[in-house]
């Protein structure tokens, strides 16, 4: 079973890290009400299994009947929102629950379209059901949908926090031959991503390789970015941030492994400064740019 399920949190008192969260949304478990949640945050720090927990939390033995999960960025086309969304939201809540519970996750990847025909739905059914949302970046969820849902940005786990869950679960699986020390310096390059640790900790006490091998596993692709810039490689070190994005791997992430690598590096001071300053303005503008765009632009500075 992957760690990822097996240790996901089911309940609220469960959920690490997310204090500001936890004990509001403990309160309205307590009240039986809740209003509608936008959650916002770096991938892998909790925010769609925070969700469910809340859920589990408000509906209780009636949360199978009544709690939707939908993957916005897969369904996320206008006729989604007019059909199947708003076909759960409108029929009847089942059992003794206080409504139902829609969880859209990923939402950022859902179009502006679909977005304003489900603020039209969320205030319609406002009686019969509520809804999740979870995204990585808030700027692409339109401000009337913002407005309507408390907002929560999710915090990147702190390092000594995610030394103690993996090493927690590294005991309950029985799992000795990996060191403090080669945990500690897993951890330092997850960036407060959970969810990836889990996934490389486990393909790795799986395959009894050392997770600092993982470590320069994970960090090949940007080491190659790194090589090709420092060789003026324009059009190969552009395709190969493009290959990263078509796998998923958002900028903000992409510039948080090129700084790492850079650091690293050895490379005169001058130039280290250069290549740290563009990438942090990249990660800056990451929250206004289009990937593509953003990647291009990197890149042409770096060289």
């Not at 209780?60 to 076909?87: P, Y």
């Not at 050392?210 to 070190?237: A, F, G, R, V």
């Amino acid at each position: 079973m992957l760690w990822t399920e097996k240790y996901r949190p089911k309940k609220l008192s469960e959920v690490v890290g997310q204090y500001n969260f936890t004990i509001d949304a403990e309160s309205w478990v307590e009240q039986g009400n809740m209003p509608n949640v936008l959650l916002y945050g770096i991938a892998g720090v909790g925010k769609t299994a925070a969700g469910i927990a809340l859920a589990n939390g408000m509906l209780k033995e009636d949360v199978d009947n009544n709690f939707f999960e939908i993957n916005a960025s897969d369904d996320r086309r206008l006729e989604t929102v007019r059909n199947q969304i708003k076909e759960i939201a409108s029929t009847k809540k089942i059992g003794d629950a206080p409504f139902k519970i829609i969880l859209l996750d990923e939402m950022d990847g859902m179009t502006k379209d679909a977005q304003n025909a489900l603020k039209r739905i969320m205030e319609r059914y406002a009686d019969n059901c509520r809804f999740l949302i979870t995204c990585n970046d808030r700027f692409r969820i339109i401000h009337p949908l913002q407005s309507r849902c408390a907002n929560y940005r999710f915090n990147r786990l702190q390092d000594r926090t995610m030394h103690k869950l993996l090493s927690d679960i590294l005991e309950k699986e029985g799992i000795s031959h990996i060191s403090s020390d080669d945990l500690e310096i897993f951890i330092e390059s997850l960036h407060g991503d959970m969810r990836r640790g889990l996934t490389e900790l486990q393909a790795a006490t799986y395959s009894k390789s050392s997770i600092l091998n993982q470590i320069n596993k994970n960090q090949e692709p940007y080491t190659e970015i790194l090589q090709m810039i420092d060789e003026n490689n324009y059009e190969n070190s552009l395709g190969k941030v493009h290959d990263l994005l078509y796998e998923s791997v958002d900028m903000r992430t992409i510039c948080t492994n090129l700084h790492d690598v850079i650091i690293k590096t050895d490379m005169p001071a001058t130039k280290k400064f250069k290549l740290l300053r563009v990438v942090g303005e990249a990660e800056w503008r990451s929250s206004s740019m289009t990937p593509k765009l953003l990647a291009s632009w990197m890149i042409g500075q770096m060289i």
